[in-house]
């Protein structure tokens, strides 16, 4: 059985998400309003939206890959969360990492939404971790070039 996702318009002109395609993972957001965002800054993306999402699950929102290749409009904090018990609008920061101000104009598809299962663990303080070949390495410890062995 197919789950369900419980919209709520909070705009009468905000956009019913949808997926474009059959085998899509994402579904789009639309802006309620336009926004201007400056070269280089970032700004809040209104969809006039709200969400029910079921307990074991997460919202997250990811950016449009046409948009950032395009005009260099991504989701500032990529992926963004929802957690399942939100009830307020969805709302989106895009930043602008082009040179170029950009607007995004009412209605304008802006960002996509998956819907990803959750795991909360249970924290356990211990004094030292289990040893592994990495260790500590980190930021870039194992390179970039492709392995030539």
Request: glycine share 10%; hydrophobic share 40%.
């Amino acid at each position: 059985m197919q789950p369900h996702l419980k919209v709520q318009k909070l705009h009468p002109q905000a956009i019913i998400p949808a997926y474009q395609s059959t085998g899509a993972s994402g579904f789009d957001f639309h802006a309620l309003e336009s926004t201007f965002i400056p070269a280089g800054d970032i700004g809040v993306v209104r969809t006039g939206l709200a969400m029910e999402i079921d307990q074991g699950l997460e919202l997250q929102i990811r950016p449009r890959s046409g948009l950032a290749l395009k005009h260099k409009i991504s989701v500032l904090n990529t992926p963004g969360t929802v957690d399942s018990d939100y009830r307020g609008e969805i709302m989106v920061i895009l930043i602008n990492h082009g040179k170029e101000d950009f607007t995004i104009n009412q209605g304008d598809r802006i960002a996509q939404g998956v819907i990803a299962p959750i795991v909360q663990v249970a924290f356990e303080e211990v004094a030292t971790l289990a040893q592994t070949a990495r260790g500590d390495k980190g930021f870039g410890s194992s390179g970039i070039a492709k392995d030539k062995s």
